[in-house]
């Protein structure tokens, strides 16, 4: 509103004032807004979280943000990719689909309906959590991993156990106190490095049939630079899908681990396919005189690298609301509701079959305040869900 003062004289010829409510003049300026600032991965599965600084709007607050999505990069923002309406300056979309990249635009608009137009789009990948499917510590025995094929170096060959510290071979396992090394026990160093030769360990068959993104892992140690003629051995390990008649390189390299400190390597399957008769060998070997070799692995672990969101079990839902007005405001409060999540998430709607629910806002409180929700219209109704720790939010109904 906009308020003027009439000034006209008093008969007594003292100057009157009197303030009087003027027509309100339209105001039909959008909101002055930069857009998304930036769009992540989230924490939990299949969620991204947006971000953006706040519009400039003076005369028809507050502002609202709307905020569209969609899985092309020059998506136009309608009706129809609009996936949230928030007052705040961020928000974490959730219930995406792995590996899916999602482009979003987000865009200010006033309580007279004035809308910017910004064409800013921000993307992500919605965040996947890998699934582990096996995992190998070597604690309980060998496993069915031996000794197997090239091992004709003279001394340290791969045996299992918990290795003697050296200058280049570590005195602990990467977990417990059984892991493979090449020669376990150095009377000092350089006793019982490889010599002469090479020495394989064959791992036991394994299976990835069924993972969508099968990936291998590993702990190694690997050291070759210390001796008279460093860095001059190679490491490798290779893949074989069809029970060792074949290999595939996933690592060959002549650079060491330092300060005996182990490496986890991780090798995406990627364009292999996954078969029920596959193995890892670990090659290394001493060909060079005089060069020191030592190598130890261990936590051989198989992983679906975006399983991890299949697993969650379904979602919570909240059963009870309270919605009160607080002055301009209403208050949605479900702390009496015995559901538990680390984050809720709550929509209005103008319709009673909440047809048109619209998100809100997220909270991790048992409570919410929709600012300005009171003079919204007639009818609001009031909705909330639970998102469980994967991400995964109730349904809208
Ligand atoms: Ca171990
Ligand atoms: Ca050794
Ligand atoms: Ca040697």
């Not at 299949?310 to 607080?326: E, F, T, Y």
């Amino acid at each position: 509103m906009v308020r003027a003062v009439d000034s006209r004289s008093g008969e007594d010829g003292n100057l009157v004032r009197r303030s009087v409510t003027a027509p309100a003049s339209p105001d039909t300026k959008p909101p002055a807004f930069s857009g998304v600032d930036s769009v992540v991965a989230g924490a939990a599965c299949g969620e991204t979280e947006l971000a953006w600084s706040a519009a400039q709007e003076t005369c028809s607050g507050p502002v609202v943000y709307e905020v569209h999505r969609a899985t092309t990069p020059g998506f136009t923002p309608s009706p129809s990719t609009l996936v949230g309406l928030t007052t705040a300056t961020s928000l974490v979309d959730s219930g995406l689909a792995p590996t899916t990249t999602y482009y979003y635009a987000v865009r200010a608009s006033d309580r007279a309906g004035n809308a910017d137009g910004n064409v800013k789009r921000r993307s992500a990948t919605a965040t996947v959590l890998p699934e582990l499917l096996s995992s190998e510590t070597f604690e309980s025995g060998a496993a069915g991993w031996a000794r197997s094929g090239l091992n004709d170096a003279a001394s340290g060959l791969w045996e299992l156990g918990d290795p003697t510290q050296t200058d280049a071979q570590p005195g602990t396992c990467p977990s417990g106190s059984a892991c493979w090394a090449t020669g376990l026990n150095n009377a000092s160093l350089g006793d019982n490095d490889i010599d002469g030769g090479t020495t394989t360990l064959l791992s036991a068959r394994f299976s990835l049939v069924g993972a969508a993104s099968p990936a291998i892992r590993y702990k190694r140690y690997y050291s070759n630079n210390t001796g008279a003629t460093p860095g001059t051995d190679s490491w490798k390990v290779d893949l074989s899908t069809d029970d060792g008649a074949s290999w595939t390189p996933i690592e060959n390299t002549t650079a060491s681990d330092a300060g005996l400190v182990f490496t986890q390597f991780e090798f995406p399957l990627g364009g292999i396919a996954p078969t029920a008769n596959m193995r890892v060998r670990f090659v290394a070997a001493d060909l060079a005189d005089g060069s020191l070799v030592e190598a130890v692995v261990d936590d051989f672990e198989l992983v679906d690298a975006t399983g991890g969101c299949d697993g969650c079990p379904a979602p919570p839902s909240v059963g009870r609301i309270l919605a009160q007005r607080d002055g301009a405001d209403v208050v949605l409060d479900w702390t009496g509701d015995p559901v538990s999540a680390g984050r809720f998430k709550a929509y209005s709607s103008a319709q009673p079959d909440f047809s048109d629910g619209t998100l809100l806002g997220t909270t991790t409180a048992k409570s919410y305040r929709h600012a300005g929700g009171a003079a919204v219209g007639a009818f609001t109704a009031y909705l909330v869900t639970a998102v469980d720790a994967c991400g995964q939010e109730g349904p809208l109904r």
